[in-house]
């Protein structure tokens, strides 16, 4: 692990993918609607935000940092022990009365739409922060036209954090919560050591010169998709897991095994490429350790077939995500093979109980993710607040209806915000 600096800073060398396709990535970023319970008023929870921030910042001084040129790359580089002025860069409070407005009946759509079009409240990808004065994280308070709701959007950029990183920073957010310190310095040998357990020549081919050949048609003519969101439900999801492992013959599935099987096979995907934490599955990756430690598996329509099967390959390592090669362009060309690809990456079970402030329920947690760049299939699981779990789904190969059939899930998680 390296870590090295001068005095009053420290600068991390970062793993190879965090300076390599992640530079590329905005900022993880999530929002999150309160509504007053009664009791307090949102002055008073601006400043118990405001000094919880100091705490959490105090014992994870590196989301002070600043991308900058390093021996071997990009590298973060942050202040030991930073001032309130620093941390004042990571935090401000937008007005009712700002050009960006939130409005409770705005869409889902439409709010990500303009907080990224604001270019305020997300953190910008890599090679936009690398070298400047940008902060690589920003905590947003913004007041809503009706003054008895508020918004709390927080942003952390991607090549210092993945989701196990994000929300173990987030939920220390709460006010009155005890904080931890995040291991920051980087596990060098991770990059290798990942590809070997997840699928060294699958990962490979996506970034291989035929796998992006295959995706310019369709970031070149991108189809508008439909944009959803459920909650789960609870009985339909122990019915499914009862009859899956019966048919499938293994002990158990998992809801995520449902959901990404299900989600899969409704968009008739060629490969479905599901994200995962690597924390406890790999040497020398520890549970509280700051950075990218996740992979991307590429799975094939044998692979995610059943839940079964998708726990079957979930059960040993290295995991074997193929039972065929992987799509050809060669054979794309000439119409005997299939470039559609989709994504599941689970943050339901990262997110914990969610930042609870004094006098203000949550009424929506959502992830937040640009419009303008959602070209394909996807789905995030998510945590809604409270026990309520949901996913978001954007989709280019099926429908509402579609979705509906295919996941353990129920009514919509807003009809204001999913028209």
Known sequence: ?????????????????????????????????????????????????????????????????????????????????????????????????????????????????????????????????????????????????????????????????????????????????????????????????????????????????????????????PKKPVCCAFEIDPARVEEMKASAARDGGVPYVTTNDILTSGFFNECNSRIGMMGIDCRGKIDGVGEDMAGNYVSALSIDPDTFATPASMRKMLSSTPYQTTQKPMPSCSKWCIGMESNSFSMVTNWSSFAGDLVKIEGFDIAYHLPMQNPAYMMFDMMIPFSCGGRKKGVICWTVSTDEDGLKQALPVGASISKELFP
């Not at 709701?149 to 005890?178: E, K, Q, W």
Request: hydrophobic residues 40%.
């Open 1 to 221: 692990m390296a870590q090295v600096g001068t005095e009053g800073m420290a600068e991390v060398e970062l793993m190879k993918d965090e300076k390599g396709g992640l530079m590329m990535e905005a900022g993880i970023t999530t929002i999150t609607f309160y509504s007053s319970s009664g009791g307090s008023t949102f002055e008073a929870a601006n400043a118990a935000i405001r000094a919880q921030l100091d705490k959490v910042v105090g014992a994870n001084p590196w989301l002070a940092g600043r991308l900058v040129k390093g021996k071997t790359g990009t590298a973060l580089s942050y202040p030991k022990s930073p001032t309130a002025a620093q941390t004042d860069q990571l935090f401000q409070v937008i007005g009712s009365d700002d050009a960006l407005k939130l409005s409770p009946s705005s869409s889902y759509s439409k709010i990500c739409t303009d907080m990224y079009a604001s270019n305020k409240v997300v953190v910008g990808s890599g090679f936009a922060t690398k070298g400047k004065d940008k902060p690589l994280a920003i905590l947003t308070l913004l007041q809503s036209t009706d003054s008895s709701t508020f918004a709390f959007v927080f942003s952390i950029s991607h090549v210092i954090a993945d989701g196990r990183t994000y929300y173990d920073i987030f939920n220390m957010l709460s006010p009155g919560t005890s904080v931890r310190e995040l291991n920051s310095a980087r596990a060098m040998t991770f990059s290798e050591t990942m590809r070997d357990a997840c699928g060294r020549k699958e990962l490979a081919w996506m970034d291989s010169l035929p796998a992006i050949c295959m995706m310019i048609p369709v970031m070149a003519c």
